[in-house]
Structure formats: structure tokens, C-alpha cells
């Protein structure tokens, strides 16, 4: 896509050179108060890429959140060329009331395209899918684990796109899980559109890892400097190690209920048979151990210190790519 010298954009426009923060607006509050869902353009004098960055779609993942509002402060979205769009928080909704969900209890992830007339979150999904996608060559999704699960820094794509591999490869986060598009999700969405999109998923609902957070600045700013936007201003690091691509994986769940410890790190590489955690009663009975079933990356950690038998509680590597 070429980029227009005047960007229209929810009803605005924007010219090269210029920045404005434009409003996406829904749906007021149930008070009638009105509620301003901030979109921050950011456009260089010189032509260029237009890459959307976006967080929040479920309103409890704050990690995501804090990294596109780190991306806004630091001014990483002001182009060297071409154009930055940011979305910090496209559930608002579920953000002011500390909830995964929009108020109708519908999961904004799951019900894209969208409908004019559809639920709150489906008229969401339907502006965000009609007038702010079609103007993106690149997008750059943020998300966090869900509930107590503790997610590695992590991209996930879907495998046979050598753009992807080759963008993932740039971000430099310690993981690149292969995965499919679920239905009715915004990257399944943005695919059958021939939008490009990397899905970042680190730490957990709720909470703040500056590991995580680093993560994910930098990995933003390695994929803006690969498209020549980043400003000179700004240093690039390489990662401080290869990432690993995971082709297959599967949970590893919990044989009783009980009081869970895990004993290993998020990113370990464990072995078969290796003990990774245990699980014990409150009674002073004792624990019984939770080992590896194969080799492989553990990059997901349930740490919810209660568990019921069946949760998943460790996410592990069953193949990586050479």
C-alpha cells in the first residue's frame, strides 16, 4: 500500500507531518457519560509503512497495555517515515472495570469481523476491523497471560509466512510459537485481510513484569528500525539471545488438587523426568512431585498457589524448529 499524503481516519484527517490523537467512540457509559477511546497518530514528513500497534483487547492484560503506553512516552511512535497509529486500550471498557470481558460478557477476541448491529464488543470489533485496518501494512498486538498463567515473552504466529518468520525472527523475543488463528479473532481476521500481524503474549493479568515490558519495547523498536521508521535517536540492542521457534507444544496439568510450588523458571529448558513443581495438601501430607513429560522450553507457569486437578500449570515445548 502506498501511503496518502492525507490519511483519513475516523472521520479525521491527517496530513504527513502531522500528529493528532483522534477519538473511537462506540458506545457511551450506562451513566450516559461519554467515553473516549484515544487513537495517537503519529505521521513523518516522508512517505513510508503504516504500522498499527495495539493493546488491551482484553481489559485485564496491563502488561500490554504499559508497553504501547512506553512506546508513546518514550516517542518510539514518531516515524522516521511512514506512519504509527497506537491503540493502547481497545477494551476500555473491561480496563475501567478490571475485567477481561465488555460489559455485555463477551470476549472482544472472539466475535471479530464484527457487526454494525451486532453486541457492544461486535460493534467494536466492527470499527476497528472498518476503519482502522484497511489504512495498515503491519500490526503489533500486545497481550498478556490469562488469570494466574504466566506467559515467557513470547510471538506467536501462524507457520508458512516468510514474512512472519522474518519479522518474528526481528522482534527477538525468547520464544516464536507457532499457532493457529482461532475464529473470530483479530489476527484470523487481519490475515484474511492480507494484514501481516505479530502477536506479543508476556507475563500475566493484573500485573506489571519489567522483563516482560523490556521485552516488548525493544522488540518494537527492532521491527520499526527493520522498516527504516524507527528515529535515529534511538539505540537498538540485539537480543541477548537466539530466539526459539516451537513448532508443537501442550500443557502439562495437574494430576490432583491441592497447594502448588512450582520449582523451576519461566524460559528453563528441563529435561524428561525432571522435577518442574509439586503439588500438596494443607494437612502437612506429603507433596507429590510434577516432572517433565519430554525435553523441551517450559514458557508458560501457572502461579496460582492453589490448583484443582486437571488446571493446566505448565506450558511446555514438544518440537522446536533447528
Not at 493528532?20 to 457509559?29: G, P, Q, Y
Not at 513510508?48 to 502488561?63: Q, R, S, Y
Not at 522474518?166 to 481476521?189: C, D, H
Not at 540492542?237 to 490432583?256: G, L, M, T, Y
Amino acid at each position: 500500500m502506498s501511503e496518502k499524503e492525507i490519511l483519513e481516519i475516523l472521520g479525521e484527517k491527517v496530513a504527513l507531518g502531522e500528529r493528532k490523537t483522534v477519538s473511537f467512540n462506540v458506545a457511551k457509559l450506562h451513566t450516559q457519560n461519554t467515553i473516549d477511546v484515544p487513537v495517537i497518530i503519529e505521521r513523518s514528513k516522508k512517505p513510508g509503512p503504516t504500522v498499527l500497534i495495539t493493546a488491551g483487547i482484553h481489559g485485564d492484560e496491563v502488561n500490554g497495555i504499559e508497553i504501547v503506553r512506553q512506546i508513546i512516552a518514550k516517542g518510539i511512535n514518531k516515524p522516521k517515515r511512514g506512519t504509527i497509529i497506537c491503540i493502547p486500550v481497545i477494551n476500555v471498557f473491561g480496563f475501567i472495570q478490571m475485567d477481561r470481558e465488555f460489559p455485555d460478557g463477551r470476549d472482544l477476541n472472539r466475535v471479530f469481523p464484527g457487526s454494525k448491529e451486532g453486541s457492544l464488543a461486535s460493534r467494536v470489533a466492527h470499527k476497528l476491523i472498518k476503519e482502522i485496518v484497511p489504512h495498515v501494512d503491519l500490526i503489533m498486538d500486545f497481550h498478556t497471560g490469562g488469570a494466574d498463567r504466566f506467559n515467557a515473552a513470547q510471538i506467536r504466529i501462524i507457520k508458512g509466512e516468510v514474512i512472519l518468520d522474518e519479522l518474528a525472527e526481528v522482534f527477538g523475543a525468547p520464544f516464536v510459537l507457532y499457532s493457529k488463528n482461532l475464529n473470530k479473532s483479530f489476527r484470523n481476521t487481519c490475515y484474511k485481510l492480507g494484514i501481516p500481524m505479530l502477536l506479543f503474549e508476556g507475563g500475566k493479568s493484573f500485573h506489571i513484569d519489567p522483563n516482560v515490558t523490556n521485552t516488548g519495547v525493544n522488540g518494537a523498536k527492532r521491527v520499526l528500525n527493520h522498516l527504516d521508521m524507527l528515529s535515529n535517536k534511538f539505540k537498538v540492542s540485539k537480543p541477548k539471545k537466539k530466539c526459539v521457534f516451537i513448532s508443537s507444544s501442550k500443557w502439562i496439568r495437574a494430576n490432583r488438587s491441592g497447594m502448588f510450588k512450582p520449582s523451576v523458571k519461566i524460559n528453563s529448558r528441563v529435561k524428561k523426568g525432571d522435577p518442574i513443581g509439586n503439588i500438596t495438601d494443607p494437612y502437612g501430607s506429603p507433596s507429590f512431585p510434577v516432572k517433565a513429560p519430554n525435553d523441551g522450553y517450559i514458557f508458560n507457569i501457572n502461579e496460582s498457589p492453589i490448583v484443582y486437578q486437571g488446571d493446566a500449570i505448565f506450558h511446555i515445548s514438544t518440537a522446536v524448529e533447528a
